[in-house]
């Protein structure tokens, strides 16, 4: 589900739930089903004559999607700029991904992403 009100700010959500083991999973009976939630909020708004402009916070959690027991959760912002006169958008990016799972002895690092990029469009 996605809200935008005309003063730019918005809002994005969803959940998902996969039933894996609807009879209570004879061959995995400690195993639990999948499951998610994804949230983003946005503000857009043009402040130059380049184009529109947009900043996204998101935050997502997961649970038992590779393997039972796990649990993701991630964190991002992104800016993104829009330049009308070249059908051009440019973005950055910066995401923080954490994974704990049950079986891993050590544990996982936390992954820091920086993405830059540019789309075209024609």
């Known amino acids: 589900m996605s809200l935008l009100h005309s003063s730019g700010l918005g809002v994005t959500g969803g959940c998902q739930y996969e039933n894996e083991y609807p009879n209570g999973g004879a061959d995995a009976p400690d195993n639990e089903d999948p499951y998610g939630c994804t949230i983003q909020g946005h503000f857009q708004r043009k402040f130059n004559e ?36 070249s059908a051009l958008q440019i973005f950055m990016k910066y995401a923080q991904l954490e994974l704990e799972r049950d079986t891993q002895l050590n544990g996982f690092d936390d992954l820091d992403l920086y993405t830059i990029g540019t789309r075209l469009r024609f």
Do not use: K, R, W
């Not at 529109?52 to 912002?77: C, F, T, W």
């Open 50 to 85: 380049l184009g529109m402009s947009s900043v996204v916070v998101e935050y997502e959690h997961q649970a038992n999607l590779n393997q039972n027991g796990d649990v993701a959760e991630g964190y991002g912002v992104t800016f993104q700029q829009n330049i009308d006169s």
